[in-house]
């Protein structure tokens, strides 16, 4: 069994996609996934699966929601040991002057293609910055995410990529909850 982490876009934002977090831990149990928890109320799944973390599952879980509420919402999935990763590679974490709170990762669906990468080098939009590495965005809106302009539209329009963010708290405590499955 593999540890999975489950990243659903653009659940009770704002009042829309409601579901509820009970609800969708039953939904992924009567698939068959087994030790199911979420975390707050956006869309964070982790839970074992026999199934890889893969495009596959991904469809899977998309179509699992779609057929209870009919949402259509991305859904990223990670493994366990590519979410420790994505925390032991954070730059932002090295540098001097950071603000945790400020720090957030974008996960990307697929990794961006290099003429892609090339063009969004482009962009900057001081104070806030982000550093691309493979499928993840690293993050640090100084000003608050909620006022960047380095939102999951951008990088999706700029990378032609299915986009997801979190903070780096709840990406920590994802971490954390992989650990005690």
Known sequence: METIIAILRGINVSGKNKIPMAELKALYEKAGFKNVATYIQSGNVVFSSSEKASKDLEEKIQ??????????????????????????????????????????????????????????????????????????????????????????????NKLKATATTRNLRTVNELLRLSRAL
């Open 63 to 156: 179509q699992l929601v779609f057929k209870k509420w009919k949402y259509s919402v991305p859904v990223i999935v990670r493994s366990a040991e590519e979410l420790q990763t994505v925390v032991d590679r954070n730059p932002f974490l090295k540098m001097k002057g950071i603000d945790l709170e400020k720090l957030h990762v974008t996960f990307l669906a697929e990794n961006p293609t290099k003429e892609n990468l090339d063009k969004i080098k482009a962009y900057i939009y001081s104070p806030d910055e982000f550093i691309i590495d493979g499928r993840e965005v690293y993050l640090s809106c100084p000003g608050g995410y909620g006022n960047t302009k380095l939102s999951n539209t951008f990088f999706e």
